[in-house]
């Protein structure tokens, strides 16, 4: 059996996220204790501390302009009802949003530190209309409605207008610029269905905005549109998806990374002339930074297979970089960790399907494989420290983890070579690779094991009922049964979101009836862990619930783990060390 010491020693590093530097300070979120919570560094004593404690979970904070005060954003054990609260320079806490089971999506703070804006379905759960609060009185005005998802991405420096989104998948949307006083939108682009625009920065006089946009170009870039003219311009231009693009106060600095394949590339330019420069970490990611009041220095969250997340700060004067060990993990433990290589197949139909391969430091012929699948399905597994993962490597286990078609950072076209109807083709991806893996020498073919979370749940249960013979053990976390129950019990604010990526009840219905793992449980060989947060909003636990009723009414080998205090995702500490060490005693049991 595994010992629960052995899955804390991976469990126990934390994680560090959203770096806001605040006047001279430097803040973050971390779950040092547990819940994420506000830490603040002290870089005269090189020092980190607990700023403020809650009884849930922090998801966001933000600066308010001219103010030693924050917003930040928390939901109740896991339910995604995110509301807002305003935090001031004593660190009081005064909760803003007032309605428990609507959801708010922050939008920023106008230039001047007045007002805030924000978007919510209170209204009505399938729709987000948009609201501005006077930060003074507390009141909320809705200052836009309509029968769609709408978001805040900005403020015009007047303090007058907002930059605004219209969502219409989880990939595409148009923005333009709302007039707070007559409630009329200037919708800027008519390419509705095939581009991205997002992460808006307004220049100084507020005639140009910057944004990143895939906008007739296969990968996003940095481009410039002027509202006077409305041409839009690309800036810059890479041969992978820009992400992160975070300007400095005096606004002459963008920062920047390049998602090269899952591994992140930091970049910084000049807007006045064009210099870039770079500053690479080495193999990991980068997931956000902050400038310093100065513009000298960035505060950089990286994440590395071997250099678990933690802070940095880069000097653009000299290109020192530094890391500030804000977590408490152990140089030694790093050194125990192992660094993926690129293991790429081609598919049953000539397409190059890329995964991370992680291999025992100390491999032996005849190693249990496990597969870790992402969910999304738009999402990407990239080089960074994960837990399982790395606890399964220290047990002698190969992890392959695949980018499979459907995956971002591809490209526009990868990323939509599974949808709808096509959306088996992504598990004979899975299927291929895990075939090419089973003739490697390292390999034993009988014991080969996929674990998948959300999306990536689907594709588990998809691979073990339409590819019986393929994997002898399964773990599923909060995984997709059927895309019919799905789409009528899922959260009505994501319902329409999703059926542009699956397809609808309406006129897809008979082929999710044919996919569906729910209707394909007799075929099932593979023993099966499962495991379900109660609260989930996304894929709601009855998901799981008709999965485990099927297979134990014929007596197939299923072990469920149901936590009652979590959502989408496993939070809790010793709710992470319950299901980790149950994930890897479930493994040892097939495979030792």
């Known amino acids: 059996m595994v010992a629960t010491e052995s899955i804390l020693n991976y469990l126990q590093v934390s994680k560090v996220q959203n770096p806001v530097y605040q006047s001279n300070h430097l803040f973050y979120i971390s779950d040092e204790t547990d819940l994420p919570q506000i830490w603040k560094y002290d870089e005269e004593a090189n020092h980190s501390s607990k700023w403020l404690e809650t009884n849930d979970r922090i998801q966001f904070f933000k600066k308010v302009p001219r103010s030693e005060s924050f ?17 001031d320079e004593h660190k009081e806490i005064e909760r ?24 919510s379905n209170e209204r009505n759960a399938y729709y987000y209309d948009l609201y501005m609060m006077d930060l003074e009185s507390k009141v909320a005005t809705r200052v836009y409605e309509g029968d769609g998802t709408y978001r805040v991405l900005g403020w015009h420096p007047s303090n007058e207008k907002l930059v605004v989104q219209e969502v219409f998948t989880n990939l595409y949307n148009n923005v333009g610029l709302l007039d707070l006083h007559t409630g009329e939108v200037d919708w800027w682009f008519e390419d509705k269905a095939i581009s991205s625009y997002d992460t808006p920065i307004f220049s100084q006089t507020g005639e140009d905005l910057y944004l990143l946009t895939n906008h007739q170009h296969e990968f996003i870039t ?43 590339r930091g ?34 969250v990286f994440n590395g297979p071997t250099r678990t997340s933690d802070l940095y700060k880069w000097s653009i004067e000299n290109g020192q ?41 100390e491999l032996k012929e005849d190693a249990p494989l496990a597969f870790w699948v992402h969910g999304g399905p738009e999402g990407q597994t990239k080089a960074e420290y994960h837990p399982v993962i790395q606890s399964l490597t220290a047990l002698g286990y190969v992890v392959c983890a695949p980018n499979v078609r459907g995956s971002k950072g591809y490209g526009k076209t990868y990323i939509h070579l599974d949808d709808v109807r096509k959306r088996m083709d992504s598990v004979q991806d899975l299927i291929e690779i895990a075939n ?14 996929v674990i998948g979370r959300s999306y990536g749940g689907f594709m588990v249960l998809a691979a073990i009922t339409h590819y019986p013979d393929v994997f002898t053990g399964a773990i599923d976390l909060v ?17 329409k979101l999703r059926e542009s990526e699956y397809g609808t009840i309406e006129e897809d219905g008979v082929f999710f009836d044919e996919i569906d793992p729910i209707h394909h449980t007799e075929k099932i060989t593979a023993p099966l862990l499962v495991s379900h947060g109660a609260n989930d909003p996304r894929v709601p636990i009855g998901e799981t619930e008709q999965m485990i009723t099927e297979l134990r009414a014929r007596n197939h080998p299923v072990e469920y783990i149901r936590f009652e205090d979590e959502g989408h995702g496993i939070v809790k500490i010793q709710n992470q060390v319950t299901a980790y060490t149950a994930m890897a005693e479930f493994l040892e049991k097939l495979y030792r």
């Open 267 to 300: 970049k910084v330019y000049h807007l006045a002339t064009g210099e870039t420069r770079s500053f690479d970490l080495g193999i990991g990611t980068i997931s956000g930074m902050s400038w310093s009041s100065d513009s000298k220095t960035i505060a950089i």
């Open 321 to 361: 970089l530094e890391r500030l060990y804000c977590t408490s993990v152990d140089p030694n433990f790093e050194k125990s960790l192992v660094e993926p290589e690129i293991y790429t197949i081609e598919s049953f139909d000539g397409l190059r399907v890329p995964s991370f391969l992680y291999k025992p430091k």
């Open 96 to 119: 803003l949003t007032k309605q428990d089971d609507a959801l708010y999506v922050f939008g920023g703070s106008s230039p001047d530190g007045k007002a805030i804006a924000y978007a």
């Open 436 to 449: 090419a893996l089973k003739k490697e020498s390292f390999v034993d073919e009988s014991k080969v094991a």
């Open 479 to 495: 995984g997709i049964s059927s895309f019919r129950t799905f789409l009528e019990n899922t959260g009505p604010w994501r319902r």
């Open 222 to 264: 940095v481009a410039k549109f002027n509202l006077h003219s409305r041409q839009l311009t690309f800036l810059i231009e890479e041969d992978w998806d820009i992400e992160n693009l975070v300007v400095d106060e005096k606004k002459e600095w963008f920062a920047y990374t390049v998602n090269e394949g899952g591994i992140d």
């Open 71 to 87: 917003i930040l954003g928390m939901d109740v054990e896991g339910n995604e009802r995110q509301q807002l609260y305003y935090v």
